[in-house]
């Protein structure tokens, strides 16, 4: 941790809209790579689950974005930074413990309904990926009041994330999940990459 936070703020805040970008270009090459996964209906983890064909092009983008944003957290205040850091491992989990079925409604291998008896990885991924959107849709509150001019972007930020979340584990948008689903991941690179243009002026490695 002491040699990252020892590079320049500029490196360590753009390596968040770095690593999500690489992951966007992941799950926009694998989306037409894989059949039967639909855009609109689909959640990304199904690019990288056992029955993803290019698993991998979605799996090294996890592993982008996380690592992506465990460097930029270190340019964030403390109070709160450590949600981020929460999500950056939080997503390691989710490439680590893939999910059985490709798509929402049934698995292609099994025949089975994807919610017929997951496996305990599909479990642990579910996990994984709750607490990684959870701590990224807290973060931004409890950022927001150490963010300097950053304050009300961040806190907007915040609220995005936390509709978006909502719609998407309410599920009224039915077959267009999916596409709530990754509008959240965009909203969350959307706010590293304003950070990245103008990071706080306290962000060192013992911000405050």
């Not at 959240?184 to 405050?208: E, K, L």
Request: charged share 10%; with cysteine.
């Amino acid at each position: 941790m002491r040699r990252i936070t020892n590079l320049s703020v500029g490196v360590r805040a753009w390596a968040g809209p770095v690593g999500g970008a690489l992951f966007t270009v992941a799950w926009v090459v694998a989306t037409p790579l894989q059949p039967g996964y639909g855009f609109w209906r689909d959640e990304l983890s199904g690019l990288a689950s056992l029955e993803a064909r290019h698993a991998w092009v979605l799996l090294a983008g996890f592993v982008a974005l996380a690592v992506g944003t465990a460097v930029f957290a270190t340019v964030l205040p403390r109070r709160g930074r450590s949600l981020v850091l929460a999500a950056a491992a939080a997503t390691v989990g989710v490439a680590l413990f893939r999910r059985d079925c490709l798509t929402t409604a049934v698995c292609v291998r099994t025949g089975l309904p994807a919610d017929a008896d997951p496996s305990w990885h599909n479990h642990l991924h579910d996990m994984a990926a709750v607490i990684a959107y959870g701590c990224l849709v807290v973060a931004p509150f409890v950022l927001a009041r150490g963010m300097g001019h950053l304050g009300r972007l961040t806190r907007a930020a915040g609220l995005a994330g936390a509709a978006l979340a909502v719609l998407y584990v309410s599920k009224v948008l039915g077959p267009w999940n999916g596409l709530v689903q990754k509008l959240m991941v965009t909203a969350a690179i959307a706010w590293m990459t304003a950070v990245a243009r103008r990071p706080p002026v306290n962000a060192t490695g013992g911000a405050p």
